[in-house]
């Protein structure tokens, strides 16, 4: 009877793997065959990929969006017009987060990292203040005495107006281990972060009164230290992570490139040095699995147009770094745009792009790059991880540097995976409306993306935030 049971789970093993080769198959084969008939003619939508509002509406831009790492559901939501919202149930039902009976100081939320060896512990900031809550985000108070602050009586900070800090993070592994970044480098919101309005001559963007800081605390905030050795004095960091499998081990970019710790801050090397194309980080995020440890980090290196003859190229782009920072891949495949092949005034608002990047007139700009280049990137600062699927990297960019629509572009193994890497959506319908391919790898959105991100328990679900005058809005994009 044991041999026999043996045998039995053998042969189903057998016809699991079997199925399962047989479903990979059919699948790369039908992926095949429909970018074949898609390449040659008219394709019609289906309704694989529908979109819907989730927010609480109205109050301007959309600025950010946060998941809980180990509650499923939970979202925190913040708006730019002085008010932040969270979720319990995936945005399915808002509560305000601001404090009704409080003075109106924490009104918006720059950033905020929930805790994941603590699930009711988040922290955030405001322009200047550190705020905390032990209740999983639905109230918070001031963090007193912070390193940074110009003290009032009270401890809290009598700058709380002045723009002082961009980032925070916590140690996965330490709720009590805390890391606040000085400086204005905003995460995916360049309209008020250092990236504003950057040009050739000045790639690295405003400097700030708190540049190259870099604040840690190791009993929740009761005490600070600067950790700031080895830290370019001008880097505005906007983005930290500690390795979830090594907290002595962390990562900071930066508008001067991405930095390493291995002694948890106390000392840093810059790692990107040489090895991207620019070394200015529009933003970072990484993929980590617990149970084979695999540990990936992944970057938007600032993209930029320099002349080439009559035309321009581009650098930058999205790299990863397999070996936590020590070498980095470039993963831009055919992300590039063929302008020559795009209407709707795409071409006109390229120049008015590279007029302002280079600092020239419009005309001048035409007369000195007739060409329009064949392969050129658009200026992506936003990325997001899935991390339920390795290799899954959702990429995004902020209002139209062209002024016109824009490239959503989603790499990883959800629809299909081209050699490069590239997935390529093809024709889809959002809200009812069809959407198009424009050549072979371009998924058009009429829209302007204020932020990007992935769910951490759901695979395949992603958001993002989108702009309208006078109306802030949230649309879920689910693969189903």
């Known amino acids: 009877m044991k041999n026999r049971k043996l045998k039995m789970k053998a042969g189903n093993r057998m016809l699991w793997f079997i199925l399962s080769t047989l479903l990979v198959f059919q699948s790369s084969h039908t992926y095949s065959q429909f970018w074949d008939q898609l390449k040659n003619e008219r394709v019609e939508s289906g309704n694989t990929i529908v979109w819907e509002q989730v927010s609480p509406g109205n109050s301007g831009f959309a600025n950010l969006l946060r998941y809980h790492p180990t509650i499923p559901g939970k979202v925190a939501f913040c708006q730019d017009m002085w008010n932040h919202y969270q979720s319990d149930n995936n945005g399915e039902r808002?509560?305000?987060?601001?404090?009704?009976?409080?003075?109106?100081?924490?009104?918006?939320?720059?950033?905020i990292e929930y805790s994941m060896s603590n699930p009711k512990l988040a922290i955030a900031i405001a322009t200047s203040e550190l705020w905390v809550s032990n209740d999983t985000g639905r109230t918070f108070r001031v963090v007193p005495n912070c390193l940074w602050y110009k003290l009032d009586t009270d401890g809290s900070d009598k700058e709380g107006w002045k723009r002082k800090v961009a980032a925070v993070a916590i140690d996965p592994n330490n709720a009590d281990v805390w890391f606040v970044a000085g400086g204005t480098n905003v995460r995916g919101q360049d309209w008020m972060s250092c990236y504003q309005d950057v040009t050739a001559a000045n790639p690295h963007g405003k400097s700030s009164d708190y540049e190259g800081k870099l604040y840690k605390t190791t009993d929740g905030g009761e005490s600070w230290s600067l950790v700031n050795n080895g830290l370019d004095?001008?880097?505005?960091?906007?983005?930290?992570?500690?390795?979830?499998?090594?907290?002595?081990?962390?990562?900071?970019?930066?508008?001067?490139?991405?930095?390493?710790?291995?002694?948890?801050?106390?000392?840093?090397?810059?790692i990107s040095d040489g090895k991207l194309d620019n070394d200015i980080i529009m933003d970072m995020d990484y993929y980590y699995d617990e149970v084979s440890g695999n540990f990936l980090l992944y970057v938007i290196d600032q993209v930029q147009y320099l002349a080439n003859g009559n035309t321009t190229l581009c650098t930058g782009g999205v790299f990863r770094s397999e070996d936590e920072g020590v070498t980095w891949i470039n993963m831009n495949g055919d992300l590039g745009l063929d302008i020559n092949r795009l209407s709707g005034g795409v071409p006109a608002n390229y120049y008015k792009?590279?007029?302002?990047?280079?600092?020239?007139?419009?005309?001048e700009a035409k007369s000195t790059y007739p060409e329009l280049p064949t392969s050129a990137l658009q200026y992506f600062n936003m990325l997001s991880t899935d991390p339920s699927r390795?290799?899954?990297?959702?990429?995004?960019?902020?209002?139209?540097?062209?002024?016109?629509?824009?490239?959503?572009?989603?790499?990883?193994?959800?629809?299909?995976?081209e050699p490069s890497g590239l997935i390529r959506l093809g024709y889809m319908k959002i809200a009812g409306r069809k959407i198009k391919t424009i050549g072979k790898n371009e998924v058009i959105l009429g829209m302007r993306i204020w932020r990007l991100v992935t769910h951490p328990h759901i695979c395949g679900l992603a958001v993002i935030m989108h702009y309208v005058p006078l109306e802030a809005l949230m649309w879920e994009w689910m693969v189903v």
């Open 353 to 363: 792009y590279i007029a302002m990047w280079f600092g020239i007139s419009e005309s």
């Open 390 to 417: 390795e290799g899954a990297v959702y990429i995004a960019l902020p209002i139209p540097r062209w002024r016109t629509l824009l490239c959503l572009v989603v790499y990883g193994q959800q629809v299909i995976m």
């Open 233 to 270: 004095p001008k880097a505005q960091i906007g983005r930290i992570i500690v390795n979830p499998k090594n907290s002595q081990q962390v990562f900071a970019s930066s508008n001067y490139g991405v930095y390493k710790s291995d002694n948890g801050g106390s000392s840093w090397i810059h």
């Open 94 to 111: 808002w509560y305000s987060t601001v404090d009704p009976d409080g003075d109106g100081s924490f009104g918006r939320m720059l950033d």
